[in-house]
């Protein structure tokens, strides 16, 4: 089994950055893609961005050029380095491993 705990949220202002941590416990998370999916209330969950097991990594096109996603296999540990933050990417955003688990979630208000 999986465990996956979510931090970094907060609120920022538009053209701000912030940086999501998903910490893993119970599995490595250089031995399956690990996704960052985002939802806002009364929305579907959307993807946001994957890390495969090689590193190769994919956006949304909504966040191209702006989200990173990256890992620290030595921590355990799946980023979301997110730049120039707008007020569409205000959600609550949770951490997935495919080894079948899910993030409690982490709330990203942009705002003035």
């Known amino acids: 089994q999986v465990q996956l705990v979510e931090s970094g949220g907060g609120l920022v202002q538009p053209g701000g950055s912030l940086r999501l941590t998903c910490a893993a416990s119970?599995?490595?998370?250089?031995?399956?893609?690990m996704s960052w999916y985002r939802q806002v209330p009364g929305k579907q969950r959307e993807l946001v961005a994957t890390i495969t097991r090689a590193g190769g990594t994919s956006y949304a096109d909504s966040v191209k050029g702006r989200f990173t996603i990256s890992r620290d296999n030595a921590k355990n540990t799946v980023y979301l380095q997110m730049n120039s933050l707008k007020p569409e990417d205000t959600a609550v955003y949770y951490c997935y491993s495919f080894f079948d688990a899910w993030g409690q979630g982490t709330q990203v208000t942009v705002s003035s």
């Open positions: 119970g599995r490595l998370v250089k031995d399956n893609a």
